[in-house]
């Protein structure tokens, strides 16, 4: 009889554990992370255009500027003298046209960026003409691989890998409170893997009012994603491999939980935006609302703390150009685009 009393008791205890665990806004195992390098850096302005500026990005020699205010999604300037180029990518349906850009990330050769409108992923290159003895730039887009499918509930946004591998953030066709990643080929328009991005679900109240802000940034070698949104004081880092695997990366001793985010109305934005990464490191942009300064978080992609650098200035974009050791970062408050040079911070965290 003790023996049954005992098994009740401790089937309740992990029964409570269990339901515990999964208030949690949580992918997988918690790691509770301390920075114990630290380091000040001065951005350099650099001196282009700043009317509605976004986000900017370095592919090769060129410095790419995504605006919002402007009949073209971006400009492009040459890196080393900053000499202004061209617009490019301008607003329309045309074959050579976007409805609405994001730059999402650049490798050589192609610049990646997702119309949303359109729900796909443009992969553009960017090549040099000659015409009458002049210098002269042109952009193409290369290729258009589309993710607006009658599988997807609410697609609301891809990830790319390859011609035929995209990770598409989509809600559940049956459960509207149930987010995935789905591995999806754009050729074939299949889906072959759902993974749930959170154990509890994303319920109307939560997803409209709290978590607005959901950056993600996927690993170069298509192995995991790290996501970010500025109501969780945390980094999730999903292992497409190994989902069992997936780690939410804090600085507190514990997650937040469903019932403090469904009834606070004090949320902070913590980390507010898209991360860059390498192979190796992930760069995250983090508001301290203790003190209102904007760092950058560095980890790498198993989670463990690298190094923190304390910004001079509020920036609302962050770009790393690993192989060069700049970052590139967009002010907040007047859309200057800024330049810090990091190369020694490389170098000493590898």
């Known amino acids: 009889m003790k023996e049954i009393r005992l098994f009740l008791t401790l089937l309740f205890i992990i029964t409570l554990s269990n339901c515990s665990e999964k208030k949690n806004f949580s992918i997988g195992s918690m790691k509770t992370i301390h920075f114990d390098k630290e380091y000040t850096i001065v951005g350099e302005h650099l001196n282009i255009d700043s009317i509605g500026v976004r986000k900017a990005l370095v592919l090769d020699k060129y410095l790419i500027v995504e605006t919002y205010q402007q009949n073209c999604f971006t400009k492009i300037y040459d890196l080393s003298s900053l000499n202004f180029l061209g617009d490019f990518l301008c607003r329309g349906q045309g074959p050579a046209d976007v409805l609405y850009a994001q730059l999402e990330y650049a490798k050589s050769p192609s610049l990646y960026i997702e119309d949303l409108n359109s729900k796909s992923i443009k992969i553009v290159e960017i090549f040099e003409t000659m015409n009458d003895g002049s210098l002269r730039l042109s952009v193409s887009i290369k290729n258009t691989l589309k993710y607006r499918d009658g ?107 469903y019932e403090y985010i469904k009834y606070n109305e004090n949320m902070w934005d913590f980390y507010f935006a898209q991360p860059y990464c390498s192979d190796n490191l992930i760069f995250a942009l983090y508001r301290s609302p203790a003190n209102n300064v904007v760092e950058v978080h560095v980890i790498d992609w198993d989670g463990n703390p690298v190094c923190k650098l304390i910004l001079d200035r509020m920036i609302k974009s962050l770009t790393v150009d690993f192989d060069a050791g700049f970052m590139y970062g967009v002010s907040s408050i007047e859309d200057r685009t800024y330049r810090y040079d990091i190369r020694n911070i490389l170098k000493e965290v590898h």
Request: aromatic share 14%; glycine share 2%; net charge negative.
């Open 151 to 257: 599988s997807f509930a609410d697609a609301e946004k891809a990830l790319y890998v390859n011609d035929t591998l995209l990770w598409v953030k989509s809600y559940d066709a049956m459960d509207k409170e149930m987010m995935y990643y789905c591995k999806y080929n754009p050729v074939k328009k299949e889906i072959t893997d759902k993974i749930p991005l959170y154990n509890y679900p994303v319920t109307p109240e939560i997803r409209y009012q709290k978590m607005i802000t959901l950056f993600d940034f996927i690993k170069p070698d298509g192995s995991k994603i790290v996501s970010t949104i500025g109501s969780l004081d945390q980094l999730d880092i999903y292992n497409l491999v190994e989902p069992d695997k997936s780690i939410s990366v804090t600085q507190n001793d514990h997650l937040f939980d």
